[in-house]
């Protein structure tokens, strides 16, 4: 079985044992004769897997027990409203980092339900830095403050949660369960699963349960955390395949040592791609500031743009795929999430390097 | 490998055929060398996947060329409050029909937007048919018209689709691809994938472009119709293999031969058990009026309750899943949606007669 590299951006690549676990039990799932993707959501041999997905979670990412974990369908982009439907309360207002094209998403669609402040951004600078906390701008009333840990398409990363005053609303769609988070920082973090998680089509939300009394009027009942929380996430048929996978991934997780093991083996990667883009010769280039350079997304660009769709198309030939750079900013964009192996990234870079040699 | 016959009222049974193509492409989906939920949803092997899955769709129910086919995250429930959130306008009221569990489901998530009339409703005589067409108060002024095509809970379900002078909006969750529908009569269908389509985590949305600009200005831009059919239903990452399987699923319909065919086998099915239950010298009990009686979900008492317990837990032993009745309404339930073989009711049929023989 030949196995493509692959660098998508998400959906993207999921370790082979989960898959092929999943393979190996598709037809009779813990001996019910179905598959998984046929039982009911209701069914106890349902139940057990739900249950055991959230306890791993909660194992994995330490997450205090005063907080919810809701597994939802919708995507990062439903959060964008469902955060301020749900936390405005009667604040009216709400702080944002703009720290990139997700971050702006997030915004944009906060505006439709309160004045949005910009507490920071680094726009003027193209997105290649978080901005230092002594230039924030932060407003004691604000509902919460919401910042993108991992900037998916700009390749920018915080180094650590920030601490502030207000409840503090983190998108880790791209970076949840590749590095360890400080869960009680937090009032609430989101992530799409497909990036470190599963594939498509689920939501993971680790809700402070203080925060589950201040939705807005207009919020329909399924998209309120309180009531989702209330019915363990079933308020109705959840996807439940997304779910079972997410729960292979934990599993897998663990056996790989646990979210420390996790992290060490991402900075590896993150550092060799970094290492072979910043030894280049300046052949490849990626402008983001090295404290905040991403260890789950690197963009880059060839210096001689001319060479680039070379390079896409000779590296897709070679079996390295995904690694179109998002519409918006063009170029080269290598996402190594967890289940992109080092053995991967090392192929990536001497192949890289082989491409720099000839073009060079 | 011994398959359960599986009767869950979703999520239920896929047609073997189409979890055996599944389970073939596991690991290499199109020589990409990878999972089809590993790629990319905007990669060209996924959008033309996406695209011919609506080809398929739009084929098989002949839908006409000015509807929109959205596929979308969320289920039904989701549905029921983005339907008045993008069709309101300022009409400020919506009529609905209120025939079973789902259809006041629908109302409730819908009061919060608008002024709710009740047009017609069984309820007095405990959902047991179609309010006839000549007790409907309809007003004029509606935004539109709400019914709920099949009750999967109460087993009611209409013969047609009813002739009204506002846009027509159906829930055709359970019955959606089981039974020819009149898409030019409605202004938008929708139906969660996991009772004859595929798997959970998909909901298929067929809309009249003419409806796309009333949404209220609470609607997230994610949840709003006309930002979806503008990107293809892809604002952002699809539930991408809940897509494909229900893509396979839509081949499989046209290789037996198309809905009329489905339609017939589902007939045959509902009338063996409906003449079991009819024909049981009242062990069984089906209290839906004739006319109105589902063909996707046949709900029965046992007329001695006492003998319920039993039938259930000997039913799962010899290997008919998921015939528990809904919590709300309790007895037992056979849900036979598409991929529910007419030899599966014939074997459920069989043990009816058997039980009843023996305790009858």
Redesign the interface.
């Known amino acids: 079985?030949?196995?493509?590299h692959?660098f998508?951006?998400?959906?993207?690549?999921?370790p082979l044992e989960v898959?092929r676990q999943?393979?190996e039990e598709?037809?009779?799932f813990a001996g019910?004769?179905?598959?998984v993707?046929?039982?009911?959501?209701r069914?106890e041999v349902f139940m057990e897997l739900a249950y055991q997905a959230e306890q791993d979670l909660r194992a994995i990412l330490q997450v205090p027990s005063q907080y919810k974990v809701l597994f939802v369908?919708?995507?990062?982009?439903?959060q964008?409203?469902?955060v301020p439907?749900n936390l405005l309360g009667d604040k009216g207002t709400a702080d944002y980092l703009h720290t990139g094209l997700w971050s702006g998403k997030a915004i944009?669609?906060a505006q439709?339900?309160c004045d949005v402040r910009i507490a920071a951004s680094s726009k003027a600078s193209g997105f290649d830095r978080i901005p230092a906390v002594t230039d924030w701008n932060l407003n004691p009333n604000a509902a919460y403050l919401h910042y993108t840990e991992n900037e998916t398409v700009h390749g920018v990363q915080f180094a650590g949660a920030p601490c502030v005053s207000v409840p503090l609303i983190c998108d880790a769609c791209s970076s949840l369960l590749s590095k360890p988070i400080d869960v009680a920082k937090h009032g609430l973090i989101y992530a799409?699963a497909?990036k470190n998680m599963g594939?498509?089509?689920?939501t993971i939300v680790i809700i402070d349960a203080a925060l589950l009394d201040a939705a807005l009027?207009?919020t329909?009942?399924?998209?309120n955390y309180a009531h989702i929380a209330n019915a363990q996430s079933m308020?109705?048929?959840?996807?439940?395949?997304?779910w079972y996978?997410t729960g292979l991934t934990l599993k897998w997780i663990q056996r790989c040592g646990g979210i420390e093991k996790i992290h060490q083996t991402n900075q590896a990667k993150a550092e060799l791609l970094y290492r072979t883009i910043d030894y280049s010769g300046g052949f490849y280039r990626n402008s983001v500031q090295a404290p905040f350079r991403s260890i789950n997304n690197v963009p880059f660009v060839l210096a001689d743009t001319a060479f680039e769709k070379d390079f896409l198309r000779l590296a897709d030939q070679s079996?390295f795929?995904?690694l179109k750079g998002h519409a918006s900013v063009g170029g080269v964009r290598a996402s190594i999430y967890n289940a992109v192996t080092l053995l991967a990234v090392e192929a990536l870079t001497d192949f890289m390097k082989d491409f720099a040699r000839v073009h060079g």
């Open positions: 079985m030949a196995r493509s692959n998508s951006a998400g959906p993207t690549a999921l898959l999943a393979h598709f037809f009779d019910t004769g179905m598959s993707m046929e039982i009911s959501h069914s369908q919708g995507g990062a982009s439903l964008f409203a469902q439907m944009q669609a439709r339900y799409a497909q594939p498509a089509g689920l009027e207009v329909p009942d399924i998209l308020l109705n048929t959840p996807a439940t395949f997304p996978l079996g795929k995904g």
